[in-house]
Protein backbone atom coordinates (compact mmCIF):
# COMPACT_ATOMS: atom_id res chain seq x y z
CA UNK A 1 0.00 0.00 0.00
CA UNK A 2 1.68 2.97 -1.03
CA UNK A 3 0.96 6.76 -0.90
CA UNK A 4 1.90 10.19 0.12
CA UNK A 5 1.18 10.91 3.61
CA UNK A 6 -2.40 11.38 4.31
CA UNK A 7 -3.42 9.16 2.11
CA UNK A 8 -5.41 6.80 3.90
CA UNK A 9 -3.22 3.68 3.63
CA UNK A 10 -3.56 2.47 7.21
CA UNK A 11 -6.93 2.46 6.79
CA UNK A 12 -7.17 0.42 3.69
CA UNK A 13 -4.43 -1.73 4.60
CA UNK A 14 -6.36 -2.53 7.79
CA UNK A 15 -9.81 -3.18 5.77
CA UNK A 16 -8.13 -5.18 3.22
CA UNK A 17 -6.29 -7.49 6.04
CA UNK A 18 -9.61 -7.62 7.72
CA UNK A 19 -11.65 -8.68 4.59
CA UNK A 20 -9.25 -11.20 3.26
CA UNK A 21 -9.23 -13.10 7.22
CA UNK A 22 -12.98 -13.33 6.85
CA UNK A 23 -12.90 -15.42 3.29
CA UNK A 24 -10.63 -17.95 6.07
CA UNK A 25 -6.88 -16.79 4.57
CA UNK A 26 -4.13 -16.08 6.61
CA UNK A 27 -2.60 -12.78 6.57
CA UNK A 28 -0.25 -10.54 8.28
CA UNK A 29 -0.62 -6.72 7.75
CA UNK A 30 3.02 -5.15 8.62
CA UNK A 31 4.43 -1.34 7.73
CA UNK A 32 7.94 0.27 6.96
CA UNK A 33 9.74 1.84 8.46
CA UNK A 34 9.15 -0.73 11.48
CA UNK A 35 7.52 -4.21 11.27
CA UNK A 36 10.75 -5.70 13.46
CA UNK A 37 12.36 -4.53 16.71
CA UNK A 38 15.54 -3.20 14.49
CA UNK A 39 12.78 -1.84 12.49
CA UNK A 40 11.25 0.13 14.95
CA UNK A 41 14.22 1.80 16.45
CA UNK A 42 15.12 2.79 12.96
CA UNK A 43 12.08 4.13 12.63
CA UNK A 44 11.73 6.41 15.74
CA UNK A 45 15.40 7.06 14.59
CA UNK A 46 14.82 8.63 10.79
CA UNK A 47 10.67 9.91 11.70
CA UNK A 48 11.68 11.79 15.78
CA UNK A 49 12.58 15.65 15.25
CA UNK A 50 15.67 15.73 17.91
CA UNK A 51 17.93 13.38 16.65
CA UNK A 52 20.02 16.08 14.54
CA UNK A 53 20.62 16.43 11.07
CA UNK A 54 20.20 13.38 9.02
CA UNK A 55 21.46 14.00 5.51
CA UNK A 56 19.73 12.37 2.79
CA UNK A 57 21.93 9.41 1.89
CA UNK A 58 21.87 8.72 5.77
CA UNK A 59 18.27 8.50 5.57
CA UNK A 60 18.22 6.53 2.64
CA UNK A 61 20.34 3.69 4.05
CA UNK A 62 18.20 3.55 7.59
CA UNK A 63 15.26 2.79 5.61
CA UNK A 64 17.06 0.53 3.13
CA UNK A 65 18.36 -0.85 6.49
CA UNK A 66 14.97 -0.84 7.90
CA UNK A 67 14.03 -2.87 4.88
CA UNK A 68 15.93 -5.61 4.94
CA UNK A 69 15.59 -7.03 8.42
CA UNK A 70 11.72 -6.28 7.54
CA UNK A 71 12.29 -8.73 4.67
CA UNK A 72 14.33 -10.94 5.75
CA UNK A 73 12.83 -11.69 9.37
CA UNK A 74 9.40 -11.06 8.88
CA UNK A 75 8.21 -10.64 4.93
CA UNK A 76 10.25 -14.11 3.73
CA UNK A 77 9.58 -16.70 6.41
CA UNK A 78 5.92 -15.27 5.81
CA UNK A 79 5.38 -15.82 1.73
CA UNK A 80 7.08 -19.37 2.31
CA UNK A 81 4.51 -20.38 4.77
CA UNK A 82 1.62 -19.22 2.26
CA UNK A 83 0.45 -15.95 3.97
CA UNK A 84 -0.66 -13.07 1.89
CA UNK A 85 1.11 -10.01 3.34
CA UNK A 86 -0.29 -6.46 3.12
CA UNK A 87 2.74 -3.76 3.66
CA UNK A 88 1.85 -0.33 4.03
CA UNK A 89 4.92 1.32 2.05
CA UNK A 90 7.87 -0.42 0.60
CA UNK A 91 10.32 -0.01 -1.98
CA UNK A 92 8.55 2.93 -4.06
CA UNK A 93 8.12 4.80 -0.43
CA UNK A 94 12.04 4.97 -0.69
CA UNK A 95 12.02 6.01 -4.48
CA UNK A 96 9.52 8.51 -4.26
CA UNK A 97 10.76 10.22 -1.22
CA UNK A 98 14.49 9.56 -0.52
CA UNK A 99 15.00 9.35 -4.92
CA UNK A 100 12.63 12.24 -5.96
CA UNK A 101 11.72 14.34 -2.62
CA UNK A 102 15.91 14.34 -1.67
CA UNK A 103 17.28 14.11 -5.12
CA UNK A 104 19.15 11.53 -4.38
CA UNK A 105 17.87 9.85 -7.87
CA UNK A 106 15.37 7.06 -8.45
CA UNK A 107 17.90 4.81 -10.04
CA UNK A 108 20.54 4.19 -7.24
CA UNK A 109 17.72 4.83 -4.80
CA UNK A 110 15.79 1.63 -6.67
CA UNK A 111 19.33 -0.43 -6.49
CA UNK A 112 20.03 0.20 -3.05
CA UNK A 113 16.82 -1.01 -2.17
CA UNK A 114 17.09 -3.96 -4.66
CA UNK A 115 19.85 -5.06 -2.55
CA UNK A 116 18.41 -4.38 0.97
CA UNK A 117 15.41 -6.56 0.08
CA UNK A 118 17.20 -9.30 -2.63
CA UNK A 119 14.90 -8.23 -5.13
CA UNK A 120 11.88 -9.38 -3.56
CA UNK A 121 8.69 -7.06 -4.86
CA UNK A 122 5.00 -6.77 -4.22
CA UNK A 123 2.55 -8.83 -6.52
CA UNK A 124 0.35 -5.48 -6.69
CA UNK A 125 1.27 -2.37 -5.11
CA UNK A 126 -2.04 -0.36 -4.69
CA UNK A 127 -0.91 3.38 -4.83
CA UNK A 128 -3.47 6.24 -3.48
CA UNK A 129 -3.18 9.09 -5.19
CA UNK A 130 -3.47 12.27 -2.94
CA UNK A 131 -2.80 16.15 -3.66
CA UNK A 132 -0.77 16.98 -1.16
CA UNK A 133 -2.65 20.06 0.09
CA UNK A 134 -5.58 17.42 0.86
CA UNK A 135 -3.40 14.79 2.49
CA UNK A 136 -2.20 17.94 4.94
CA UNK A 137 -5.25 18.70 5.89
CA UNK A 138 -5.93 14.90 6.44
CA UNK A 139 -3.35 14.27 8.75
CA UNK A 140 -3.17 17.44 10.73
CA UNK A 141 -6.85 16.42 11.48
CA UNK A 142 -5.91 13.00 12.88
CA UNK A 143 -2.48 14.08 14.76
CA UNK A 144 -1.08 16.44 16.89
CA UNK A 145 2.56 16.73 15.08
CA UNK A 146 4.09 15.83 11.99
CA UNK A 147 7.06 13.90 11.60
CA UNK A 148 10.64 14.68 10.00
CA UNK A 149 9.42 13.73 6.51
CA UNK A 150 5.78 14.92 7.01
CA UNK A 151 6.52 18.27 8.19
CA UNK A 152 8.56 18.55 4.51
CA UNK A 153 6.71 21.72 2.79
CA UNK A 154 4.15 20.82 -0.13
CA UNK A 155 6.44 20.78 -3.12
CA UNK A 156 8.58 17.91 -1.73
CA UNK A 157 5.25 15.92 -1.40
CA UNK A 158 4.32 17.17 -4.72
CA UNK A 159 7.36 15.60 -6.29
CA UNK A 160 6.94 12.98 -4.18
CA UNK A 161 3.41 12.33 -5.91
CA UNK A 162 4.61 12.61 -9.56
CA UNK A 163 7.43 10.47 -8.47
CA UNK A 164 5.04 8.06 -7.05
CA UNK A 165 2.71 8.45 -10.30
CA UNK A 166 5.68 7.45 -13.07
CA UNK A 167 6.31 4.00 -11.02
CA UNK A 168 3.01 3.14 -11.51
CA UNK A 169 2.58 4.00 -15.46
CA UNK A 170 6.55 1.91 -15.78
CA UNK A 171 4.54 -0.92 -14.93
CA UNK A 172 0.88 -0.84 -15.05
CA UNK A 173 0.09 -4.61 -14.54
CA UNK A 174 1.75 -4.52 -11.22
CA UNK A 175 -0.29 -1.40 -9.90
CA UNK A 176 -3.42 -0.23 -9.31
CA UNK A 177 -4.23 3.62 -9.04
CA UNK A 178 -6.98 4.86 -7.20
CA UNK A 179 -8.02 8.38 -6.13
CA UNK A 180 -7.26 8.39 -2.52
CA UNK A 181 -10.57 10.99 -2.32
CA UNK A 182 -12.97 8.08 -3.08
CA UNK A 183 -14.87 7.12 -0.19
CA UNK A 184 -13.43 4.63 2.34
CA UNK A 185 -15.94 1.74 1.26
CA UNK A 186 -15.52 2.09 -2.71
CA UNK A 187 -11.99 2.13 -2.22
CA UNK A 188 -11.73 -1.03 0.03
CA UNK A 189 -14.11 -2.55 -2.07
CA UNK A 190 -12.21 -2.11 -5.51
CA UNK A 191 -8.70 -3.03 -4.00
CA UNK A 192 -10.50 -6.13 -2.63
CA UNK A 193 -11.85 -7.15 -5.92
CA UNK A 194 -8.41 -6.43 -7.98
CA UNK A 195 -6.22 -8.59 -4.85
CA UNK A 196 -8.66 -11.36 -4.88
CA UNK A 197 -7.75 -12.10 -8.53
CA UNK A 198 -4.57 -12.53 -7.68
CA UNK A 199 -5.29 -14.95 -5.19
CA UNK A 200 -5.25 -18.65 -5.64
P1 LIG B 1 4.11 6.33 7.69
O1 LIG B 1 4.33 5.14 8.55
O2 LIG B 1 3.22 6.19 6.54
O3 LIG B 1 3.66 7.56 8.59
P2 LIG B 1 2.42 7.60 9.59
O4 LIG B 1 2.47 6.37 10.43
O5 LIG B 1 2.71 8.86 10.34
O6 LIG B 1 1.22 7.67 8.70
O7 LIG B 1 5.54 6.81 7.14
C1 LIG B 1 6.41 7.54 7.85
C2 LIG B 1 7.15 8.53 6.99
O8 LIG B 1 8.33 7.95 6.47
C3 LIG B 1 6.36 9.06 5.83
O9 LIG B 1 6.43 10.49 5.84
C4 LIG B 1 7.08 8.55 4.63
C5 LIG B 1 8.47 8.29 5.11
N1 LIG B 1 9.19 7.22 4.39
C6 LIG B 1 10.28 7.53 3.59
O10 LIG B 1 10.63 8.72 3.46
N2 LIG B 1 10.95 6.53 2.96
C7 LIG B 1 10.60 5.21 3.10
O11 LIG B 1 11.23 4.32 2.51
C8 LIG B 1 9.47 4.91 3.94
C9 LIG B 1 9.05 3.48 4.14
C10 LIG B 1 8.79 5.94 4.56
Redesign the pocket.
Known sequence: MEGG?GAG??TQAQRLAAALQETGRTVLRT????GTPVGEQLRAL??DHGNGDIDART?ALI?AAS?AAHVQQVIEPALANGTVVVC???VD??IA??GA?RHLGTESVRTLNEWATGGLQPDLTVLLDVDPERGRDR?TAG?ATE?R??SEPDTFHQQIRLAFLEAAQAAPDRYLVLDAGRPVDELAGTILHRVEKLLP
Open positions: DKSREPGVLEFRDRYSSYQGRQDLE
